[in-house]
């Protein structure tokens, strides 16, 4: 009898629907978590950093093992960071607020967060933009597409990576070119829409390229919005990663 309610009960939880509310609050529950995993990454950051500041390259073996985690989990941390992000613009709370940024200082810093990674695998990274350029933009979420961007490729350029930023009508037009072996034809037959290309089931996240393509359209200046474009060629024969801004 014992054994016989057992079974029954078991079959009952085992039909139970599950709870409303908590299929309504678990994307609370997630963007909580990420939050707690975004926390926990930028820690460890902190510690690597450190390590590495203090580390000399000649004298600890592991060192360029210990920038390859580094830049591990910074790209870690700025997904987790994408995804907080995408969840606050889909919530309507995330506090969007363009400024005016000087170009020069903002690309400058950007690449001195990615110096040791392009130093360790013996590659030049070089930046054009007038020094007078100014424009107006949210400089975290720009600062996440165009870091991302950086990161994507020194994992891909052979020698050289360019950074460039102007205005070309009335536009601003950054572009990261490589001179590695390019985009797969796959992602450049996605014709620019990226927010549709994304496949849990697929495998394919495509998270950079979303976050990239959302804050894009955050931007607008009366009907005009900002917009992605990837291509192969430019003036180094590799992937060139094309983000104009209203």
């Known amino acids: 009898m014992h054994k016989q309610k057992l079974l029954q009960l ?3 939880i085992s039909n139970t629907p599950v709870s409303s509310a908590l299929v309504e609050n678990i994307d609370h529950f997630l963007a909580s978590s990420v ?5 926990s990454v930028t820690s460890l950051l902190a510690g690597l950093e450190k390590t590495l500041t203090v580390a000399e390259m000649e004298k ?4 360029s093992e210990l920038v390859q985690v580094n830049q591990e989990a910074k790209r870690i941390r700025n997904q987790l ?3 907080l992000i995408a969840y606050k613009l889909g919530q309507k709370i995330y506090p969007f607020d363009p400024q005016e940024i ?7 810093e950007l690449e001195v967060q990615y110096r040791s990674l392009v130093q360790i695998h013996r590659i030049t990274m070089d930046i054009r933009v007038d020094a007078d350029l100014y424009w107006y933009f949210d400089e975290d979420l720009i600062g996440g597409v165009i870091g991302n961007a ?8 052979r020698n050289r990576i360019l950074i460039s930023a102007e205005t070309l009508g009335n536009k601003l037009v950054f572009r990261i070119e490589d001179d ?7 992602i450049l037959q996605k014709h620019g829409d990226f927010m549709r290309s994304v496949s849990f089931y697929e495998g394919n996240t495509g998270l950079g390229l979303y976050f990239a393509t959302l804050a894009a359209r955050m931007h607008r200046n009366y009907r005009h919005a900002g917009e992605l474009h990837l291509e192969n060629g430019g003036s180094l024969g590799g992937a060139c990663f094309i983000f104009r801004l209203p």
């Not at 939050?35 to 926390?39: E, L």
């Not at 590695?180 to 796959?186: E, I």
């Open 60 to 63: 600890l073996s592991t060192y």
């Open 35 to 39: 939050h707690d995993m975004k926390n």
């Open 180 to 186: 590695g072996c390019g985009y797969p034809d796959q």
């Open 150 to 157: 950086i990161n994507n490729a020194a994992r891909f350029a």
């Open 81 to 83: 960071v994408q995804l």
């Open 102 to 108: 000087c170009l020069s200082d903002f690309l400058y």
């Open 10 to 12: 078991s079959g009952n």
